[in-house]
C-alpha cells in the first residue's frame, strides 16, 4: 500500500520570500512521484514529477522538488513567491499499474497563501 | 501538453434529475481515464477508472448504479449521475494517461472539472 502525507494544510509567505511544501510518502515499490497545482475552481496542473531519474526535479514557475530515498520525501520549493502561486498544492504518488492504467494517491493538499 | 476537456463546466440541475458529464481527450489516445470527486477544501477521492470497452472499476464505496461510466472510445469517457440529490453537489474530475501502457511513470492530465449542485 501507498500513502502521502502533506504536513502542513496551510502555508502563508510574503512575496519574494521562498517556499517550501512538505511532503512525505510510503510505498512498497519505488515510486514515481509528482506536485500538482490547482487554482480556484480550476482543474490540476502538473508541476513536476520524479520518476527514478535526477533526484532534483526542476519544474514550471520556477518551483522544484528533491526526492531524498532515506527521509521518503519530495519537498516542493521555489526561492521566491509570486501573488500567482496561490493556490492548492498536491503531492502524489503513482501506483504500478496491475491491469491497464496506474492510480494515483494524493496527498491532502496544502493551501498556499502570499502575502504582499 | 497534452490536454483534457470536461463539458459542462458547471451544471444546476433539480434533486431526481440524472446529469451526464462528458471528459475528452483532446491530443492523444487513453485507453485508461479516471473520474475523481472532491469535496470543498478536501483533496481528490478516485470514484473508478473508466476503460476504454470495457467496464469500469469502481472504488470500494462508490455506488455504480448510481454514476455510470462509459468509456466509449479512446478519447470519451462519460459520467452520469443518476437521479442526482443534494448530496452528489461536488466538483468532478476526470484524467486521462498520456500513454497507452499504463506505467507508474505517465503523466496524468486533468480536466478543468464539472461543479454540479443539485437543488
Known amino acids: 500500500a501507498q500513502s502521502v502525507t502533506q504536513l502542513d494544510s496551510h502555508v502563508s509567505v510574503s512575496e519574494g520570500t521562498p517556499v517550501l511544501l512538505r511532503c512525505n510518502y510510503s510505498s512498497s515499490y519505488s515510486p514515481s512521484l509528482f506536485w500538482y497545482v490547482q487554482h480556484p475552481n480550476k482543474g490540476l496542473q502538473l508541476l513536476l514529477k520524479?520518476?527514478?531519474?535526477?533526484?532534483l526535479v526542476k519544474g514550471i514557475n520556477g518551483f522544484e522538488a528533491e526526492f531524498k530515498k532515506s527521509e521518503t520525501s519530495f519537498h516542493l520549493t521555489k526561492p521566491s513567491a509570486h501573488m500567482s502561486d496561490a493556490a492548492e498544492y498536491f503531492c502524489?504518488?503513482?501506483?504500478?499499474?496491475?491491469?491497464?492504467?496506474?492510480?494515483?494517491?494524493f496527498g491532502g493538499g496544502t493551501r498556499l497563501m502570499v502575502k504582499p | 501538453g497534452a490536454v483534457v476537456s470536461q463539458h459542462p463546466s458547471r451544471v444546476i440541475c433539480k434533486s431526481g434529475t440524472s446529469v451526464k458529464i462528458e471528459c475528452r481527450s483532446l491530443?492523444?489516445?487513453?485507453?485508461?481515464m479516471f473520474w475523481y470527486r472532491q469535496f470543498p477544501k478536501k483533496s481528490l477521492m478516485l470514484m473508478a477508472t473508466?476503460?476504454?470497452?470495457?467496464?469500469?472499476?469502481?472504488e470500494q464505496g462508490v455506488e455504480k448504479d448510481k454514476f455510470l461510466i462509459n468509456h466509449a472510445s479512446l478519447t470519451l469517457s462519460t459520467l452520469t449521475v443518476t437521479s442526482a440529490h443534494p448530496e452528489d453537489s461536488s466538483f468532478y474530475i476526470c484524467?486521462?494517461?498520456?500513454?497507452?501502457?499504463?506505467?507508474?511513470?505517465?503523466?496524468?492530465?486533468f480536466g478543468p472539472g464539472t461543479r454540479l449542485t443539485v437543488l
Open positions: 473508466s476503460n476504454e470497452g470495457s467496464k469500469a472499476t469502481y
Open positions: 502524489v504518488v503513482s501506483v504500478p499499474p496491475g491491469g491497464a492504467g496506474n492510480m494515483l494517491t
Open positions: 491530443d492523444f489516445q487513453a485507453t485508461t
Open positions: 520524479y520518476t527514478s531519474a535526477a533526484t
Open positions: 484524467s486521462a494517461n498520456e500513454g497507452l501502457a499504463g506505467r507508474s511513470t505517465d503523466t496524468q492530465y
